[in-house]
């Protein structure tokens, strides 16, 4: 149980396009999807809350223009990264929480590694 | 402001030997501690979760949280070149579910 699939699992584009990446919870329900990005060799960062049917919390210096989620259903969120820039490559993986759980455990995607030329 | 610690290492641990990862955190009401193991290139996966002061064991890893002291630990006993990998402590401190991260340890395990 509790497994979580990314689409697409890498990604290359040109400067200046958009990518969309879906994070979905296959086994459970997740009103609260969380999006992640890591540089080589650092940590986790946090970019994103995103709770289903409403706005997504964003972190500091975290663009929401740029990086667009949209949470409409309690099984998927997406992850637009807009106008996309080199600097923008990374690895982008996403969480999800069992809403229907006691407990607060973070279920991670594979993952999403985004080259932007 | 709220953070984990933890030392980046790497730590070196031979073949069979017992590795222990250490970690501690800010917030002194924080209920929820996870520990996650991370390969090179991969997603963050979970090992275990604590919330109650004392051990707890599953298969080769057990989990020690001290509240009082406001850290948790990770203990794999009998380490085998494939727990080499980095691990991440993470800490819910608050109601919203974010979890607080550490930097992360990087475990080797010498054959």
């Known amino acids: 149980g509790a497994v979580v699939s990314q689409h697409p699992s890498w990604v290359i584009c040109k400067s200046g396009t958009s990518v969309k990446i879906e994070c979905r919870s296959l086994?459970?329900?997740?009103?609260?999807m969380f999006w992640y990005r890591q540089f080589p060799k650092q940590s986790l960062m946090l970019m994103a809350t995103?709770?289903?049917?409403?706005?997504?919390?964003?972190e500091q210096g975290v663009e929401k223009d740029k990086f667009l989620i949209n949470h409409a259903s309690l099984t998927l969120s997406t992850l637009t990264v807009t106008s996309a820039h080199p600097e923008d490559s990374s690895f982008y993986i996403c969480?999800?929480?069992?809403?229907?759980?006691?407990?607060?455990?973070?279920?991670f995607g594979p993952g999403t590694r985004l080259t932007v030329l | 402001q709220k953070e984990v610690e933890q030392n980046s290492g790497p730590l070196s641990v031979p073949e069979g030997a017992i590795a222990s990862l250490n970690c501690t955190y800010s917030d002194r009401g924080s209920q929820s501690f996870f520990w996650y193991r991370q390969y090179s290139g991969k997603s963050p996966e979970l090992i275990m979760s604590?919330?109650s002061n004392g051990d707890k064991e599953d298969g080769r890893f057990t989990a020690q949280l001290n509240k009082a002291s406001q850290y948790v630990s990770l203990l794999i006993r009998d380490s085998q070149p494939s727990d080499s990998a980095t691990y991440l402590c993470?800490?819910?401190?608050?109601?919203?579910?974010?979890?607080?991260w550490g930097a992360g340890t990087k475990l080797i395990i010498k054959p």
């Open positions: 086994d459970f329900q997740a009103t609260t």
């Open positions: 993470a800490v819910n401190m608050d109601s919203n579910y974010q979890l607080i």
């Open positions: 995103s709770n289903e049917g409403s706005k997504a919390t964003y």
């Open positions: 969480s999800a929480r069992d809403s229907q759980a006691s407990t607060d455990t973070q279920y």
């Open positions: 604590i919330y």
